[in-house]
């Protein structure tokens, strides 16, 4: 005779077959999603290979390419500078701007009051 014990697995195997049975097999909603992921992950592979490519020979061309410099562009201008707040409109600071012949800036030199 059966013991309960035995009684009650067979119940849930017997139970767990009837669920089983229940599910139908439905369309799958991400047919070839798989694919994709592994195409995509050979392509970043190849991607990342080409990098590191490129980056080997733009530093052999780093290495071999002379470094220009700028020269630095002369003073023609000197003005008078006031440094305000803009809210309150209160004078934080006075200095001095070096400009070139375009009219930029090209130093700063700031004295506080």
Same mark, same amino acid.
Do not use: F, H, P, W
């Given at each position: 005779?059966?013991?309960?014990? !035995?009684i009650v697995?067979? $119940?849930?195997?017997l139970g767990m077959l009837?669920?089983?049975?229940a599910c139908d097999e439905k369309e799958d909603p991400y047919q070839g999603f798989s694919n994709l992921v592994a195409e995509r992950h050979e392509l970043r592979k190849s991607i990342a290979k080409e990098r590191q490519g490129e980056k080997?020979?733009? !530093?052999?061309?780093?290495? $071999?390419k002379e470094v220009k410099t700028e020269k630095p562009t002369a003073v023609v201008y000197e003005r008078q500078i006031e440094i305000t707040d803009a809210?309150?409109?209160k004078p934080l600071a006075k200095g001095v701007a070096?400009?070139?012949?375009?009219?930029?800036?090209?130093?700063?030199r700031i004295y506080n009051q």
């Open positions: 005779m059966l013991s309960i014990k !035995q697995l067979y $119940t849930g195997c009837v669920i089983l049975a080997a020979q733009s !530093q052999d061309a780093e290495a $071999t809210a309150s409109g070096y400009l070139n012949k375009e009219g930029k800036i090209t130093r700063i």
